[in-house]
């Protein structure tokens, strides 16, 4: 079974910087695609960022340039760093593993960001 532990949430300024962590237990995180979500309050949880196993990354639009996905496969944990923060980064960020043939989905329990004005 895989557990996704999300840590690095918190508070910080506009323009200020975070760096999330998502630790994954089990044997196919090197094999996996490794995504991060967010949910603001009353928000549909969205797509934030991915990186595949062979390191191809995905931002969404609203996140490119300001932050970075990468992954670490001998520590079964991938990061977000987060620049530039703005308020409207406001949110629950949630760890997300997908594997295999059927992309099963597993989710972490979530950290929050807030970005003050």
């Known amino acids: 079974q895989v557990q996704l532990v999300e840590s690095g949430g918190g508070l910080v300024q506009a323009g200020g910087s975070l760096t999330l962590s998502c630790a994954a237990s089990?044997?196919?995180?090197?094999?996996?695609?490794m995504g991060w979500y967010r949910q603001a309050p009353g928000n549909e949880r969205e797509f934030v960022a991915d990186i595949t196993s062979g390191g191809i990354t995905n931002y969404a639009d609203s996140v490119k340039g300001r932050f970075t996905i990468s992954r670490d496969n001998a520590k079964n944990t991938v990061y977000l760093q987060m620049n530039s923060l703005k308020p409207e980064d406001t949110a629950v960020y949630y760890c997300n593993l997908k594997y295999g043939v059927f992309r099963r989905s597993w989710w972490g329990q979530g950290t929050q960001v807030t970005v003050s004005s």
């Open positions: 089990g044997n196919i995180f090197s094999r996996s695609t």
